[in-house]
């Protein structure tokens, strides 16, 4: 697998579709940093460390619904392995005039585009979300 990040959002955008309530992805430490900020912000329950069925780390994601309807209705990755993003603070993109947010990796950790802009640094942007 040479994109994660690709690979978690992409299960998370299927199970959304699907309607599932939960969705198992490999664990990592990244992947648990962008999770953190995707619950931090409300557009996911949580998530927690399991084992999957093959014996190695995974994380169970616990997705979330409003009314029938997923609370992600868009999920992008923006910087891939081929062709990676970085921008500054300034620079940091407004997703949907401030209605989504931005995931951003910085030197002080992975944090939303309006954290970057308050903690003044900037970043590799993972993703964006709405």
Not at 82 to 105: A, E, K
Request: charged share 25%; proline share 5%.
């Amino acid at each position: 697998m040479n994109d994660p990040i690709a690979d978690m959002l992409t299960r998370i955008r299927n199970s959304q579709l699907r309607g599932k309530s939960t969705v198992i992805t490999p664990a990592s430490k990244l992947r648990a940093w962008v999770l953190d900020v995707l619950a931090d912000e409300g557009y996911i329950r949580g998530y927690e460390a399991t084992t999957g069925k093959d014996g190695h780390p995974a994380i169970e994601i616990s997705l979330k619904y409003y009314e029938g309807e997923p609370v992600i209705r868009e999920l992008k990755r923006v910087s891939k392995p081929g062709r990676r993003v970085y921008m500054g603070v300034n620079d940091i993109p407004v997703v949907r005039q401030g209605l989504g947010v931005s995931i951003v990796s910085t030197p002080k950790g992975v944090m939303s585009g309006a954290s970057a802009r308050a903690a003044n640094v900037g970043g590799e942007v993972l993703c964006t979300v709405f």
